[in-house]
């Protein structure tokens, strides 16, 4: 009876430790692919310089209130039986 455990626990960790197909697929998958380049220059410098010139608009004014509009008229009461 040891000895069939004893060789059924070989065998699990034997399946366990050798790399199946999968395995090396992705293994080779993996080499082919080419590494990333960055090329954005703001990845290395900061952001650039503002410009000479500050784009301004309007300035805020006082808005008077706006006009009320008349509500929606009261519904009809149900008629009382």
């Known amino acids: 009876m040891h000895l ?3 060789l059924f626990a070989i ?3 034997a ?3 050798v790399p199946g ?3 090396a697929q992705q293994k ?7 590494p990333i380049i960055i090329t954005d220059p703001s990845f ?7 410009h000479e010139r500050n ?3 309007p ?9 009320r509009v008349p509500g929606p008229a009261p519904l009809a009461q149900p008629p009382i039986r």
């Open 44 to 50: 290395y410098r900061g952001p650039p310089p503002p």
């Open 59 to 67: 300035g805020p004014t006082i808005v008077p209130p706006m006009e």
């Open 55 to 57: 784009y301004v608009g």
């Open 15 to 17: 399946a366990l430790t």
């Open 4 to 6: 069939v455990r004893t």
């Open 28 to 34: 080779q998958g993996k080499s082919e692919r080419r």
């Open 11 to 13: 065998a699990v960790l």
């Open 21 to 23: 197909p999968a395995d």
